[in-house]
C-alpha cells in the first residue's frame, strides 16, 4: 500500500473496515473499499503515523462510532490502538487547534470550502496546521470528492481508498 508515514485517518476509514466482520453483508461495489480501509488501518497501526489534533476532538468522534474494547473488527481494533497509544506518538503528530464558532482558526479560507462539513473541519484544520500539512485518508464519504480540488488548492491532500465507489457516489448525488 502506498501511503505516507504520517497520515489522518477520517472516522469513515475504521468503520469501513469493520465491515469486514461479516464478509457475506458486503455490497459488491464496497468489497473492495472494505480490504482497502483494513489494510490502511493496519499499515497505520503499524508504522504508528497517525495524526490528531492535542485536543482529543478526533478521538472522542472515533470514540463515539467505534468499541474502545478492540473489538470484534478491525477499526474497532484501531479504536483501541489509538486509545492506548495517541499520548506516546511523536509530539509533533499532536496538533493543537482552536475553535472559529462551527470551525476552527486553522481551517483554510478558499470560497469552494465555505459548505464543508461542521463536523469533519477539524481533520482539515489538523492537517493544515502541521508542518508536513499529512494526507487525510477518506474512505466512503462522496462530499469530499466534490472538495478534492479546494483542498488540493490550499495544499491539504486527500487519499480516497475508495476511488470508485466515492466517485461514483458523488456523481449520483450531483445527478
Known amino acids: 500500500m502506498s501511503l505516507p508515514r504520517k497520515c489522518l485517518v477520517d472516522t469513515n476509514v475504521?468503520?469501513?473496515?469493520?465491515?469486514?466482520?461479516?464478509?457475506?453483508?458486503?455490497?459488491?461495489?464496497?468489497?473492495?473499499?472494505v480490504l482497502?480501509?483494513?489494510?490502511?488501518?493496519?499499515?497505520?497501526?503499524?508504522?504508528?503515523?497517525?495524526?490528531?489534533?492535542?485536543?482529543?476532538?478526533?478521538?472522542?468522534?472515533?470514540?463515539?462510532?467505534?468499541?474502545?474494547?478492540?473489538?470484534?473488527?478491525?477499526?474497532?481494533?484501531?479504536?483501541?490502538?489509538?486509545?492506548?497509544?495517541?499520548?506516546?506518538?511523536?509530539d509533533s503528530n499532536r496538533?493543537?487547534?482552536?475553535?472559529?464558532?462551527?470551525?476552527?482558526?486553522?481551517?483554510?479560507?478558499h470560497d469552494d470550502l465555505k459548505d464543508f462539513d461542521t463536523s469533519d473541519r477539524k481533520f482539515v484544520a489538523v492537517a493544515n496546521e502541521h508542518p508536513e500539512k499529512p494526507m487525510i485518508l477518506q474512505a466512503t464519504d462522496s462530499k469530499w470528492w466534490g472538495w478534492k480540488d479546494a483542498l488540493s488548492e490550499v495544499g491539504i491532500a486527500v487519499h480516497f481508498l475508495c476511488p470508485e465507489y466515492v466517485m461514483a457516489k458523488y456523481a449520483e448525488k450531483m445527478g
Open 14 to 33: 475504521p468503520k469501513t473496515a469493520n465491515l469486514s466482520i461479516d464478509p457475506e453483508q458486503v455490497p459488491l461495489d464496497l468489497a473492495h473499499c
Open 36 to 90: 482497502a480501509c483494513v489494510e490502511a488501518v493496519e499499515y497505520v497501526i503499524k508504522n504508528r503515523g497517525l495524526v490528531i489534533d492535542a485536543g482529543d476532538e478526533i478521538f472522542d468522534e472515533y470514540r463515539k462510532q467505534l468499541s474502545m474494547t478492540g473489538q470484534p473488527g478491525t477499526g474497532d481494533r484501531f479504536m483501541k490502538w489509538v486509545h492506548d497509544n495517541r499520548w506516546s506518538l511523536p
Open 95 to 109: 496538533v493543537t487547534i482552536s475553535k472559529d464558532g462551527d470551525s476552527y482558526h486553522q481551517f483554510p479560507v
